[in-house]
């Protein structure tokens, strides 16, 4: 009899180190999972940028949403939290109440109160404000900047030491630098006979809404890199023998860009040899002429983007004046 109760006992002790062991597998297991945030703390938690399968949701402090879907619509409107219910209104008109089934530092779910729906979200940033405040306007503006115009559109570079240059798309032709230059909401294109003036509605890291007194403008960046710089090309003029007509000046498209003072009889000058004339310039065709005592030379040059173009000057090609 005492060996059965013996027994017993142990089979009593083994079943409470059991029990008690499943108790602390089951506290683990708890302690692992997100903790739920508590409704009055939603407020705090739901500002940010939330991604779900149809779009990534920006909430700002100061109660403006705005979407940007991935079929590439966007939309924009006010939110509001009362408990756990989400009003969402947008500027269209709409109005979608969801109700929160919960929500965790980095996900939430929400079920739409009219149709059922249910959207699970997970948090891509606590910066929600997709639209910068206007303090912070001039430092983002430095940029490559896209601006449509009817079937066309129009490239604007704006350098961070406030020059810019502004590029027709379809012809690759650019005029600049110009001047930009921002004001209390305003930014200033200081062109070479006129100014334009835009006022700014808002603004993101990647877009800029602005009016003028004729229009709406949309302004999209292209690439941080504001500062635009030109393609050019070079060419070098030279002799390979002396002409016996003394100094030899070039002239490009009727300016006077430099003069030959030495003579290379190998050939096959590169550009910024001394002793050749060497200019710097946009690709395209340009008139030279270049002339000594008793005879010259007149004839066109094709300057390529990042090209050397030689022009040897043979005194056997020269006329006489």
């Keep these: 009899m005492k060996k059965q109760y013996f027994l017993m006992a142990i089979l009593a002790f083994a079943a409470m180190i ?3 062991a499943c108790s602390e597998d089951d506290k683990k297991d708890d302690s692992d999972d997100p903790a739920e945030i508590a409704v009055s703390d939603y407020p705090s938690y739901f500002p940010g940028a939330w991604k779900d399968s149809y779009a990534t949701r920006y909430y700002c402090t100061d109660g403006t949403w705005y979407a940007d879907y991935n079929n590439g619509n966007e939309a924009e409107g006010t939110w509001s939290l009362s408990g756990s219910e989400l009003t969402m209104d947008y500027s269209s008109g709409e109005t979608y109440v969801y109700t929160f089934e919960y929500m965790y530092e980095d996900e939430y779910k929400i079920i739409d109160n ?5 959207f699970t979200a997970t948090l891509e940033s606590q910066d929600g404000c997709y639209y910068l405040d206007m303090d912070d306007y001039e430092d983002n503006i430095p940029g490559k900047w896209r601006r449509d115009y009817e079937d066309s559109y129009f490239n604007y570079y704006l350098c961070d030491d ?3 240059y502004y590029q027709y798309e379809e012809s690759d032709t650019y005029t600049g630098p110009h001047t930009w230059y921002y004001n209390d909401g305003v930014l200033v294109l200081e062109f070479t006979y006129s100014d334009w003036e835009l006022d700014i509605i808002k ?3 990647d877009e800029i809404y602005a009016e003028d ?3 709406d403008e949309l302004f999209t960046r292209i690439s941080n890199n504001g500062c635009y710089e030109p393609p050019v090309g070079s060419a070098v003029f030279y ?4 002409c016996a007509c003394g100094p030899v000046t070039v002239s490009v498209n009727g300016n006077e860009v430099g003069e030959i003072s030495s003579y290379f009889p190998e ?8 002793g050749a004339v060497t200019v710097d310039l946009e690709p395209g065709e340009y008139s030279i002429y270049a002339e000594c005592e008793g005879l010259y030379w007149e004839f066109t040059t094709t300057i ?6 030689q022009e040897e000057l043979s005194c056997s090609k020269a006329f006489a004046k």
């Design 18 to 20: 059991t029990f008690t």
């Design 114 to 118: 009219e149709s059922g729906d249910e």
């Design 162 to 164: 406030n020059t810019f």
């Design 203 to 205: 603004m993101s890291s």
């Design 213 to 215: 007194d004729n229009s």
């Design 239 to 242: 002799l390979t023998s002396d």
């Design 267 to 274: 050939g096959d000058v590169d550009c910024g040899t001394d």
């Design 304 to 309: 390529t983007d990042g090209g050397c173009t």
